[in-house]
T-cell receptor, first 113, second 109 residues
Framework: ETGVTQSPTHLIKTRGQQVTLRCSSQ?????VSWYQQALGQGPQFIFQ???????GRGNFPPRFSGLQFPNYSSELNVNALELDDSALYLC????????????FGSGTRLTVV | LAKTTQPISMDSYEGQEVNITCSHN???????ITWYQQFPSQGPRFIIQ???TKVTNEVASLFIPADRKSSTLSLPRVSLSDTAVYYC??????????FGQGTELSVKP
């Protein structure tokens, strides 16, 4: 079975730009979550999608938005990038929503300059 | 969601048993305790989950006392490759994972 794949692996953007990060969930998984991990910190929950509907959101502003597609892959969009958005962005998929079942990708390292 | 407290860092030597304790005084009746491992530049990886008493799998053991206000992750005979950050999470089965700062375990030769 394939795991969770994220693209791109690294990205450099300028403050004020917009970025789209992509995630292919593990085969058969219908739930996708996105996390932001700043250097030296634990991952912070951004939002979760279950069967194409957002069903949970963390403490992030509206300029962080997402989509889940019929094949359960997902996108994270961030508008008006700020320097503090520099972080590792992690995608995790699961079959339904049990905490034990999350499979994480290796993340996208975003640097905002 | 219950807050967790765990040591920021721990050191160990190869072959030793490592025990990492996590405090979660406000754990709710529906909450499970889950541990994840994370290597640099990788996503977290599920290690073990439990609700009460003891759980063991091929990687680790999880000890949970009767009051469930703490838990201990036990890694038997660690090797250099066990050097990683270990996160204790407490929550119900409804979705988002709440990570703390984790425990940075360093295993030395």
């Amino acid at each position: 079975e394939t795991g969770v794949t994220q693209s791109p692996t690294h990205l450099i953007k300028t403050r004020g730009q917009q970025v789209t990060l992509r995630c292919s969930s593990q085969s058969g998984h219908n739930t996708v979550s996105w996390y932001q991990q700043a250097l030296g910190q634990g991952p912070q929950f951004i939002f979760q999608y279950y069967r194409e509907e957002e069903n949970g959101r963390g403490n992030f502003p509206p300029r962080f938005s997402g989509l889940q597609f019929p094949n359960y892959s997902s996108e994270l969009n961030v508008n008006a990038l700020e320097l503090d958005d520099s972080a590792l962005y992690l995608c995790a998929s699961s079959l339904n929503q049990g905490a034990a079942g999350y499979t994480f990708g290796s993340g996208t390292r975003l640097t905002v300059v | 969601l219950a807050k967790t407290t765990q040591p920021i860092s721990m050191d160990s030597y190869e072959g030793q048993e490592v025990n990492i304790t996590c405090s979660h005084n406000n754990i709710a009746t529906n909450d499970y305790i889950t541990w994840y491992q994370q290597f640099p530049s990788q996503g977290p990886r599920f290690i073990i989950q439990g609700y009460k008493t003891k759980v063991t799998n091929e990687v680790a053991s999880l000890f949970i006392p009767a009051d469930r206000k703490s838990s201990t992750l036990s890694l038997p005979r660690v090797s250099l490759s066990d050097t990683a950050v270990y996160y204790c999470l407490v929550g119900d089965m409804e979705g988002k994972l709440i990570f703390g700062q984790g425990t940075e375990l360093s295993v030395k030769p």
